[in-house]
């Protein structure tokens, strides 16, 4: 970040298929292979979420995970936004383990919404999302249990490799 590391208060991991190559706060991802659990899980949240991928004519081949510790574990306000995602994607962002705050704000204005992410709960962020908004999800000083998030993306093919 800004030319420094800087440990992310989270675990993650990034899975998916190998031309899948994924670059954020600075860092290409290193990519995982496919567990049959999280292609068991794809499978249902493709089915789930048919239409809206039809729509933007894409299918998910990678997904990130987040692994919430406790409450000091959190994500900034950001949005994502990185070339390979494109400039509408559709994000399909599964909730498993303790409820944690997801907020959401306008990037012009005022507007604000804070929402909790249940076990079990699927959010859907696509159209102009990442665009307008962002989201963030709040450390806090309750005492919380882990929780885990997967974000199912799909990301553009790159160019060759670089050197
Ligand atoms: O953990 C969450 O619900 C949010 C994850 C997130 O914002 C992201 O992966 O970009």
């Known amino acids: 970040?800004?030319?420094?590391?800087?440990?992310?208060?989270?675990?993650?991991?990034?899975?998916?298929?190998?031309?899948?190559?994924?670059?954020?706060?600075g860092a290409e991802q290193r990519v995982l292979p496919w567990t049959p659990e999280l292609l068991q899980i794809r499978k249902q949240l493709e089915h789930e979420v048919a239409?809206?991928?039809?729509?933007?004519?894409?299918?998910?081949?990678?997904?990130?995970?987040?692994?919430?510790?406790?409450?000091?574990?959190?994500?900034?306000?950001?949005?994502?936004?990185?070339?390979?995602?494109?400039?509408?994607?559709?994000?399909?962002s599964l909730s498993l383990g303790a409820s944690r705050r997801f907020s959401i704000r306008a990037k012009t204005g005022t507007a604000r919404w804070d929402l909790s992410l249940e076990p079990g709960s699927l959010l859907l962020m696509h159209g102009r999302s990442q665009v307008d908004f962002q989201h963030s999800v709040p450390k806090t000083r309750l005492a919380v249990a882990q929780r885990i998030n997967l974000t199912f993306r799909h990301i553009k093919a790159q160019g060759p490799l670089r050197a």
């Open 1 to 25: 970040m800004f030319g420094k590391w800087v440990l992310q208060p989270r675990l993650t991991a990034y899975v998916g298929d190998p031309e899948a190559r994924y670059s954020y706060s």
């Open 51 to 92: 239409e809206r991928l039809a729509l933007a004519g894409v299918s998910f081949n990678a997904v990130l995970l987040n692994a919430y510790r406790t409450g000091e574990d959190g994500m900034g306000w950001h949005q994502d936004n990185e070339p390979e995602l494109g400039t509408v994607p559709v994000i399909a």
